[in-house]
């Protein structure tokens, strides 16, 4: 019985007295530490929990049950500390799964300093687009845009993701400079398309525009050809702040629409429940969550 996870959470809601408080703690959602407790009391045939609008209360079996996972958990967390302190450095070859902009622009710059500061750590950077399994892949972590409802993993939320509007210093110059997103329906704009649907990202502002005014004349479908295309004054395009933060600084393009733009996602940082963290994956996200800390809004 693959239960552990469900375990976790039982264990976290019993000692903090209610699911939302154990999803606070797990970086979890309150539904999904509540379906993880259901599922572990469905696996069992007993109730655990008796829970209303007002009450939380441990059943007999429940109060059984906790004895016997806090043991184990205790057991689980104490081997977890020796096996850490006993490697004494971070080691092993770490394994993350992004999509390729994320891993260009916010993971690159802090990998160099992690290979520098441990010589025994490695990192295999997978860049997928798509749906990837964390746990049969073997990955110790993901970055994703949006948390994942699922008690098996912990969704670190590293910050919110502002989408900038974009052109060429030559372009604006030559085209005008958009005052509203309804301005756009009468400029070059280069869309940007999915590699596993061929589907076009639609442009957010916030539910102000739909995507019928954006006239995109030039389609790509890799991240980079956009901020290429745009750069060589071929229209005005849309990406979240993170791909384009070097050519806004070098002035290469320049932002417009700057009131107009909404943020409406976040990027999180994915990696599966466990007792402890091996040591490789805490720095990481330590080191994450640092050099993340600027975009925070």
């Known amino acids: 019985m693959d239960s552990l ?38 696996q ?56 390729g902009v994320l891993g260009r622009n916010v993971l690159m710059p802090i990998i160099g300093e992690l290979l520098a500061t441990h010589e025994d750590l490695e990192v295999d950077l997978r ?22 409802d699922d008690a098996a993993f912990i969704a670190r939320k590293l910050f919110d993701i502002k989408m900038v509007v974009f052109g060429s210093p030559d372009y604006l110059q030559r085209r005008g400079r958009p005052e509203t997103p309804e301005d756009l329906a009468n400029h070059d704009c280069i869309g940007f398309r999915l590699q ?8 957010d502002f916030g539910g102000d525009a739909s995507p019928g005014q954006i006239r995109a004349r030039l389609s790509v479908d890799e991240p980079g050809a956009v901020i290429s295309a745009a750069v060589n004054g071929l229209g005005i395009a849309q990406m979240a702040h993170y791909a384009v933060e070097k050519e806004l600084e070098a002035g290469l393009l320049e932002e417009v629409l700057a009131s107009s733009t909404a943020s409406q996602r976040s990027v999180y940082a994915i990696y599966p429940v466990r007792a402890g963290l091996p040591p490789k994956t805490r720095v990481f996200i330590d080191r994450l969550l640092e050099h993340t800390r600027r975009w925070a809004l």
Request: proline share 1%; charged share 25%; hydrophobic share 40%.
């Open 196 to 203: 596993s649907s061929g589907d076009h990202v639609h442009w």
């Open 127 to 148: 860049f997928d687009e798509g749906y990837v399994d964390l746990v049969g892949g073997g990955f110790d972590v993901a970055l994703r845009i949006g948390t994942l």
């Open 44 to 99: 069992l045939g007993v109730r655990l929990i008796a829970r209303s609008t007002r009450s939380f209360v441990l059943t007999e079996q429940g109060e059984r049950l906790l004895a016997y996972c806090e043991d184990a958990v205790a057991t689980l967390e104490r081997a977890s500390d020796i096996i850490e302190r006993e490697s004494g450095e971070v080691s092993g070859t770490l394994k993350v799964s992004v999509s």
């Open 5 to 42: 996870p469900s375990l976790i959470s039982f264990v976290r809601a019993a000692h903090e007295g209610s699911f939302a408080a154990a999803a606070r703690s797990l970086g979890l959602s309150r539904a999904a530490v509540g379906q993880s407790v259901s599922r572990l009391e469905e």
